[in-house]
């Protein structure tokens, strides 16, 4: 990430946070033990007699061996799936929040890395190819009709007080021609302003003032004052999300006048930014103005959106290693305890024509349903629960809609690369079988 976004750490090492962590760790490691230890107290004597075998429950038999028209391994494994009912409803949650974790990494590089417009939409930014600071409001037609351009958006910025009841709130205000221009408008409840008495908020703004649509707020700046009705609600990353929309005649209520503003120029398939500012630079020209300032706006969003699109893929590739780790740890300790509390069993398996093959199969497919079942709920609650997240991520800009979701082909590798990690790793696991001969693993201690 450093190197990413050019941001060095340079903060002291926080040994009160590190001991903290530390004694965290350990005593929630004490807690889980003592609390999985409890299970000990419930061994019975005939449950030691039976060499510990406490998953099969003799009342009932789901799967009979000798009326079961499937392979045995199969057999073998429906028996302990459906024996350990909590395990198994464990693995599930912990498989459904690791296909959680990793389908919200790829939805993360989806939305973000490589959808160069998601940024702009989901957080309302005006970008265009070329914006014009500074300049005349008299140059707008000649601006509009220059070859190449899409759209065309003149606006200019102030910061009044806007009051309701008793609250207020000094907050940055647009004044655009023509709100309905902006190409990343993301509306959230009623409309935009069309008349000079009107004015549209960023819903966070209106909850802090606590007027809702149709209210009446007065907007102050200096010595002047208007009042406008509430139109809508929209959502605007800007200025921590709290800003007002103005038309430009009903900014001059508190204005006066407008003598500079600034234009951002979109520019159609085929033109770029040099084109647009060749433009710009004659038709100042033709109007005697030469104050005004030009940003390559289309330059600066390239840098940003690569800049986010290298980040999503490190958090991608990040959360994707660390969901594979914890798979492999988790079937590699499910797989090992399986072994050991069924070692005796497994011997006589062996000893009555079971082969090692078998029993590796039987392994791995023991815990499969469980880990399918989980993946694939994950995969199904990953997008409210990705939505969700950014929601929360970005309530302090008051985003209340957000644009995250995962295609089906990425779901579908989140949960594939679950299922073949936990089969593999119960594979490797399980050929220790292959190692013992029965006479050993019936008469060893």
Same mark, same amino acid.
């Given at each position: 990430?450093?190197?990413?976004?050019?941001?060095?750490?340079?903060?002291?090492?926080?040994?009160?946070?590190?001991?903290?962590?530390?004694?965290?760790?350990?005593?929630?490691?004490?807690?889980?033990?003592?609390?999985?230890?409890?299970?000990?107290?419930?061994?019975?004597?005939?449950?030691?007699?039976?060499?510990?075998?406490?998953?099969?429950?003799?009342?009932?038999?789901?799967?009979?061996?000798?009326?079961?028209?499937?392979?045995?391994?199969?057999?073998?494994?429906?028996?302990?799936?459906?024996?350990?009912?909590?395990?198994?409803?464990?693995?599930?949650?912990?498989?459904?929040?690791?296909?959680?974790?990793?389908?919200?990494?790829?939805?993360?590089?989806?939305?973000?890395?490589?959808?160069?417009?998601?940024?702009?939409?989901?957080?309302?930014?005006?970008?265009?190819?070329?914006?014009?600071?500074?300049?005349?409001?008299?140059?707008?037609?000649?601006?509009?009709?220059?070859?190449?351009?899409?759209?065309?958006?003149?606006?200019?910025?102030?910061?009044?007080?806007?009051?309701?009841?008793?609250?207020?709130?000094?907050?940055?205000?647009?004044?655009?021609?023509?709100?309905?221009?902006?190409?990343?408008?993301?509306?959230?409840?009623?409309?935009?302003?069309?008349?000079?008495?009107?004015?549209?908020?960023?819903?966070?703004?209106?909850?802090?003032?606590?007027?809702?649509?149709?209210?009446?707020?007065?907007?102050?700046?200096?010595?002047?004052?208007?009042?406008?009705?509430?139109?809508?609600?929209?959502?605007?990353?800007?200025?921590?999300?709290?800003?007002?929309?103005?038309?430009?005649?009903?900014?001059?209520?508190?204005?006066?006048?407008?003598?500079?503003?600034?234009?951002?120029?979109?520019?159609?398939?085929?033109?770029?930014?040099?084109?647009?500012?060749?433009?710009?630079?004659?038709?100042?020209?033709?109007?005697?103005?030469?104050?005004?300032?030009?940003?390559?706006?289309?330059?600066?969003?390239?840098?940003?959106?690569?800049?986010?699109?290298?980040? $999503? %893929?490190? !958090?991608?590739?990040?959360? =994707?290693? #660390?969901?594979?780790?914890?798979?492999?740890?988790? @079937?590699? /300790?499910?797989?090992?305890?399986?072994?050991?509390?069924?070692?005796?069993?497994?011997?006589?398996?062996?000893?009555?024509?079971?082969?090692?093959?078998?029993?590796?199969?039987?392994?791995?497919?023991?815990?499969?349903?469980?880990?399918?079942?989980?993946?694939?709920?994950?995969?199904?609650?990953?997008?409210?629960?990705?939505?969700?997240?950014?929601?929360?991520?970005?309530?302090?800009?008051? $985003? %209340?809609? !957000?644009?995250?979701?995962? =295609?089906? #082909?990425?779901?579908?590798?989140?949960?594939?690369? @679950?299922? /073949?990690?936990?089969?593999?790793?119960?594979?490797?696991?399980?050929?220790?079988?292959?190692?013992?001969?029965?006479?050993?693993?019936?008469?060893?201690?």
């Amino acid at each position: 990430m450093s190197g990413i976004l050019g941001i060095s750490w340079n903060q002291p090492v926080n040994v009160g946070a590190a001991v903290g962590t530390l004694l965290g760790l350990s005593l929630t490691t004490l807690l889980i033990a003592w609390l999985l230890g409890g299970r000990y107290r419930k061994i019975t004597v005939l449950d030691a007699l039976r060499g510990g075998i406490n998953t099969h429950n003799y009342k009932k038999n789901p799967v009979p061996l000798d009326k079961s028209v499937l392979p045995l391994p199969v057999a073998m494994s429906l028996k302990s799936t459906l024996g350990g009912k909590k395990r198994s409803i464990l693995l599930v949650a912990i498989s459904a929040i690791l296909a959680i974790a990793m389908t919200c990494g790829f939805a993360l590089y989806e939305s973000f890395g490589m959808n160069k417009n998601a940024m702009g939409e989901m957080f309302a930014f005006e970008i265009g190819t070329i914006q014009v600071m500074n300049a005349d409001p008299a140059c707008e037609d000649d601006l509009k009709n220059m070859d190449g351009v899409d759209n065309s958006l003149m606006y200019v910025g102030f910061e009044p007080i806007i009051r309701y009841g008793d609250k207020e709130y000094s907050a940055y205000t647009y004044a655009d021609e023509d709100t309905n221009k902006r190409l990343n408008l993301m509306m959230l409840k009623g409309r935009v302003e069309v008349h000079d008495n009107e004015i549209l908020l960023t819903q966070v703004l209106a909850e802090e003032l606590g007027c809702g649509i149709g209210d009446v707020v007065t907007v102050t700046l200096g010595k002047k004052s208007a009042e406008y009705i509430v139109t809508g609600f929209d959502q605007r990353m800007e200025r921590m999300g709290r800003t007002a929309n103005l038309t430009i005649p009903g900014a001059l209520k508190v204005l006066g006048s407008v003598e500079k503003v600034t234009y951002i120029i979109t520019a159609e398939d085929g033109y770029g930014f040099s084109d647009m500012e060749a433009g710009v630079k004659k038709v100042f020209a033709d109007h005697g103005c030469d104050d005004y300032v030009i940003v390559n706006s289309e330059k600066y969003m390239k840098v940003t959106t690569g800049t986010v699109s290298m980040a $999503m %893929k490190a !958090v991608c590739a990040v959360v =994707s290693l #660390v969901t594979i780790f914890i798979v492999v740890f988790t @079937i590699a /300790l499910i797989v090992r305890g399986k072994i050991t509390r069924e070692w005796r069993t497994m011997g006589i398996d062996k000893a009555l024509g079971m082969t090692s093959g078998q029993q590796i199969v039987q392994i791995m497919l023991s815990n499969l349903p469980a880990v399918i079942l989980g993946s694939i709920l994950g995969v199904i609650l990953a997008g409210p629960a990705g939505s969700a997240l950014c929601r929360v991520i970005f309530s302090l800009f008051g $985003m %209340k809609k !957000v644009v995250f979701g995962a =295609s089906f #082909v990425f779901k579908a590798a989140s949960a594939l690369s @679950i299922i /073949l990690m936990a089969l593999l790793t119960a594979a490797l696991m399980g050929l220790r079988v292959r190692r013992c001969n029965p006479v050993e693993m019936i008469t060893e201690e």
